[in-house]
């Protein structure tokens, strides 16, 4: 807090919609330029002492799990500073609910950490950007938003990085689907219902454990008469780990599938089944079997709890199911 009583928080940008107009993309300082012009009672630097870096200024699809260590490094170097409060990460809506639970497993802190996006260019019609950004340094502001991990503050709402999901185009487009919001940002305060229980930043067991690649995971769906050669094709190109987007509720594959990823595993490669239905945890049977049991996760945080679990030199189907049991 700077001697005015302001919060100071680091914007990391990462690019996309929320920096994106009909004329190419800005800086967050020229975002923050213009929603001061436009709305100048919002005030937003008389209420929150910003420093900005901008570690990437492109579209979230071209992200990769390597730019995952580039901004969970950034993140880190700030959060990590005394004279630091928060740290907001502005990112493109495809890949975010991946990156949200990244930095939600690795980062160690216990100060908010908050990530926005947009689902419509900013300066266009409808644009909800500038207000969820606005809304995003709220909640970094709060006084009871840290320790709860990376969240994701969209359309006055906000989800966990863990089970934040992006289901559509629309500003409302982003929901947790099993266990709903954390929170809401209403007119007269920021809001927290419920925290999240499993591990993560300051308790994860994979903060700060040093990475310099990830490992290729590849992601498999199962559908009547699926075949094993996407499953074998992987293995044959040496992948360090599977996930099977399998039916629901158990995540099975079929039986095609199911003995291609029984070799697999036998073979060392990790193989995590998790459920097409998006709802409801995955029982883990009492008799092992070789695979691991995706929990509740859909398979875009299946794919990021495999990967990040497997860059940090967790092997084997009983410690790769105790972190799915955990986090």
């Given at each position: 807090m700077d001697s005015r009583g302001r919060r100071r928080i680091a914007i990391v940008s990462t690019g996309g919609t929320i920096a994106n107009t009909?004329?190419?993309?800005?800086s967050i300082d020229d975002v923050v330029d213009t929603i001061e012009t436009q709305h100048p009672e919002v005030a937003i630097r008389d209420r929150f002492d910003l420093v900005v870096e901008e570690v990437e200024r492109e579209a979230a699809e071209a992200f990769t799990p390597k730019t995952w260590l580039g901004i969970a490094r950034t993140v880190q170097q700030w959060i990590d500073r005394d004279d630091i409060d928060a740290v907001v990460v502005t990112h493109g809506t495809y890949t975010v609910e991946e990156t949200a639970y990244f930095l939600h497993l690795t980062v160690d802190t216990s100060k908010p950490l908050v990530l926005t996006c947009s689902q419509r260019k900013h300066g266009t019609l409808g644009n909800d950007g500038d207000h969820n950004f606005v809304d995003a340094l709220r909640v970094a502001a709060a006084s009871d938003a840290g320790g709860i991990g990376a969240v994701l503050v969209v359309n006055e709402e906000i989800h966990s990085g863990r089970d934040v999901v992006k289901v559509s185009r629309r500003p409302g487009g982003f929901v947790s689907p099993a266990l709903g919001a954390l929170g809401s940002v209403d007119?007269?305060?920021?809001?927290?219902?419920?925290r999240p229980m499993r591990r993560h930043t300051s308790s994860s067991d994979l903060a700060r454990t040093a990475?310099?690649?990830?490992?290729?995971?590849e992601v498999v769906a199962t559908h009547p008469g699926a075949s094993a050669a996407a499953i074998d094709d992987a293995v044959a190109r040496g992948v360090a780990g599977i996930v099977i987007?399998?039916?629901a509720f158990s995540g099975r594959p079929g039986p095609e599938q199911l003995a291609a990823a029984a070799q697999a595993s036998k073979r060392g490669v990790a193989v995590v089944l998790s459920s097409r239905g998006g709802e409801g945890r995955i029982p883990v049977p009492a008799t092992k079997d070789g695979l691991v049991r995706g929990d509740n996760l859909p398979t875009s945080k299946a794919f990021v709890l495999l990967t990040t679990a497997l860059a940090a030199g967790i092997e084997g189907r009983d410690a790769l199911q105790a972190i799915f049991d955990t986090h």
């Open positions: 009909p004329d190419g993309r800005l007119e007269d305060r920021v809001i927290l219902y419920r990475r310099e690649a990830m490992p290729t995971v987007q399998g039916y």
